[in-house]
């Protein structure tokens, strides 16, 4: 059922997923006519483009990093954008400074693009450039980019993500358009860590609380780090600072992962194995190009051992426990390898939020059953020890010490049927239907008698080992008398309270 369950979430979450991307208001470059052109001098004339150190290429090989180049290419408007009444601009997502040209007219400057580093000023990662209506041609129109990146510590493959045409925006706009679907696991994951950190301070199961408290922190960050983006255009050198974060994060989040399956399954010399799977995690991190599947294995290294640990465990214990868990890792696994280009996307949110939803349900069922088999072991040595002190009250009976008209009186306990308060004494009721006068209070009393002896109501104790019957209250008696009553010795009948009755039950059914 629990799997069937986390099967449900995924479907969905892979239906939500199937939406996102880049809107139908935008329009790419033409990638295979791309022209670039070095540039050697601080001038802004535009090249021919036909000089021989241009070339043409991909727009997949257009680098700006620690240089400057002019890039020619062309955009094809369609129809409908011809006709739209909405204002249109030219869309640069990446990281460079950029100055644009369209059709031969300067729209405007994102920074201030040079080749001398100093020179510079750096744009924002996101930018918009409004294009004229009058300017806009049928199909073919040309866009010529002057730009350069010399701030920042990382070389990307990749620097550029977007050039291309579309209705003019907010550049966010356009990077996530379901901002909305990214909230829905931010606030889970928020209220979990929420949850987990407050778990951490009791004592019962620190431990597991304290790592799910780390994954719920290290995902929510992370997933703040990939929406930051989308919230505000930033600078573009601190795309390097948020990159290594996002990927930062998603490593340790596996390192939580993996510890957390090592713990469970209790393996000797555990650091070394923790120690073990994080360093191969992180040489397979950082031999990896690209940040994006760099964030994807991340994740995808310490869930793949314990994907084949846990299926370890269950071949040879035979556990359904084990087998869920090794079910649930496989599987992530497995849409890791499915998505690896998409992982670190909300796609993974979802994803991870189902599945620390679900390790938590499992941990919590396991910790219900060990609550329970616990408390069942508490009642069975209650049991043995109430056996234990019957029999010792059958053969060495304990005695209790009655001050009483100046004279001290010594009372076998196993004599005693039943004490009953009387304001600032205790009547002591005897087998023999004698009684005793106790000088103090009832507690005072129960402190010094066996556990053969039970408190039923605020002003009775009885002792067990006299009791018949249980009987719930009859009409006759009064509201104040009690919930029921207990049948003593010849036919004495003792009242117990209504928040009492419970344990009483229970302890008539365990002696």
């Keep these: 059922m629990t799997i069937r369950i986390f099967l449900l979430q995924l479907c969905t979450i892979l239906c939500l997923y199937s939406g996102f991307g880049f809107s139908q208001s935008l329009v790419t470059i033409n990638l295979d006519s791309v022209i670039i052109c070095p540039i050697t001098s601080s001038s802004n004339v535009i090249p021919s483009f036909s000089e021989r150190e241009c070339k043409t290429t991909n727009a997949w090989k257009i680098d700006p990093q620690n240089t400057a180049l002019w890039v020619k290419t062309t955009v094809n408007v369609p129809e409908y954008m011809l006709k739209d009444k909405n204002p249109h601009s030219v869309y640069i997502s990446g990281k460079a400074a950029s100055k644009v040209y369209f059709n031969g007219q300067y729209l405007g400057s994102n920074g201030s693009p040079n080749v001398i580093p100093n020179l510079e000023q750096v744009g924002k990662i996101d930018a918009m450039f409004y294009v004229p209506a009058n300017l806009i041609k049928p199909k073919i129109n040309e866009i010529i980019i002057k730009m350069s990146s ?31 679907v990214s909230i829905v696991p931010l606030g889970a994951l928020l209220l979990g860590a929420i949850y987990f950190l407050v ?27 990939e929406i930051s983006r989308s919230l505000f255009s930033y600078p573009y050198p601190f795309q390097d600072v948020r990159l290594l974060l996002i990927v930062s994060l998603s490593l340790l989040f596996g390192l939580c992962f993996l510890t957390f399956i090592i713990l469970k399954l209790e393996k000797n010399k555990p650091y070394l194995w923790i120690f073990a799977g994080g360093s191969f995690s992180l040489l397979t991190v950082l031999l990896t190009p690209g940040f994006d599947p760099k964030t994807a294995l991340a994740i ?6 314990s994907a084949t640990l846990l299926t370890t465990q269950a071949v040879k ?20 390898v499915l998505t690896l280009t998409t992982f670190h996307d909300v796609l993974f949110y979802y994803i991870i939020t189902g599945v ?29 020890q109430f056996k ?24 076998a306990s196993n004599q005693v049927v039943f004490c009953k308060a009387a304001g600032d004494y205790v009547e002591i009721n ?50 104040t ?24 039950r229970n302890y008539i059914k365990q002696s």
Excluded: C
Aim: proline residues 4%.
């Design 300 to 305: 995808f290294v310490p869930s793949a051992i």
């Design 356 to 384: 620390l939803i679900l390790l938590f349900v499992l941990q919590a069922q396991k910790l219900n059953q060990e609550q329970k088999d616990k408390e069942a072991e508490q009642a069975l040595v209650a049991k043995l």
């Design 388 to 411: 234990l002190e019957q029999n010792q009250q059958q053969t060495e009976p304990s005695t209790i010490k009655i001050n009483s008209a100046g004279k001290i009186e010594i009372i």
């Design 430 to 479: 005897l087998k023999d239907h004698q009684q005793r006068l106790f000088t103090g209070s009832l507690k005072e009393l129960e402190s010094s008698l066996p556990k053969t002896f039970l408190r039923v109501h605020r002003s009775y104790l009885v002792n067990v080992e006299f009791i018949n019957s249980l009987n719930t209250k009859s009409s006759q008696q009064s509201e």
């Design 481 to 504: 008398s009690g919930a029921g009553f207990l049948r003593l010795h010849d036919a004495v009948e003792v009242p117990v309270s209504r928040r009492i009755m419970p344990t009483v």
């Design 150 to 180: 010399h701030h920042g510590f990382l070389t990307l493959s990749n620097p550029l993500n977007f050039i291309g045409f579309g209705i003019y925006s907010d550049p966010t706009y356009f990077i996530h358009r379901n901002l909305g």
């Design 199 to 225: 778990a951490s301070f009791s004592p019962r199961n620190r431990p597991n609380n304290l790592l799910f408290l780390l994954m719920t922190s290290f995902a929510s960050l992370q997933l703040f780090a």
């Design 317 to 336: 214990t035979k556990s359904k426990e084990w087998a869920i868990y090794a079910a649930v890792f496989v599987l992530f696994s497995v849409t890791i």
